[in-house]
Nanobody, 127 residues
Framework: VQLQASGGGLVQAGGSLRLSCAAS????????MAWFRQAPGKEREFVAA??????????YSTDDVKGRFTISRDKVKNTMYLQMNSLKPEDTAVYLC???????????????????WGQGTQVTVSS
């Protein structure tokens, strides 16, 4: 599985961006995908995740982004998205997408030990 993240850029505080993570390779009916971010000098942190099994889909996000960021996926395009609104300077980071070809339990979606990772896309929010 290969992941290609895109959509980052420079935006003013209060603005919006939409990140994409296109997956290529084998696809499975049970998958968990996630967004993490890493700011300079800081540890990688969980942002949001989405998991699906057959017709069931559920999503999760960290409290910092609830109400501002929305994770979604396009099954046909095999692409995950992160719509980011009301961006703040503290959202500045490299955003990375990750995937596991399994349906993670809800308590594990935040763990960074995913099998597949994209290259990351830079998001910079100016004040």
């Amino acid at each position: 599985v290969q992941l290609q993240a895109s959509g980052g850029g420079l935006v003013q505080a209060g603005g919006s961006l939409r990140l994409s993570c296109a997956a290529s390779g084998p696809t499975f009916s049970r998958t968990t995908m996630a967004w993490f971010r890493q700011a300079p000098g800081k540890e990688r942190e969980f942002v949001a995740a989405i998991r699906w099994s057959g017709g069931s889909t559920s999503s999760y996000s960290t409290d910092d982004v609830k109400g501002r960021f929305t994770i979604s996926r396009d099954k046909v395009k095999n692409t995950m998205y992160l719509q980011m609104n009301s961006l703040k300077p503290e959202d500045t980071a490299v955003y990375l997408c990750a995937a596991d070809l399994k349906y993670r339990i809800s308590s594990a979606v935040r763990d960074p030990n995913y099998s597949y990772w994209g290259q990351g896309t830079q998001v910079t929010v100016s004040s």
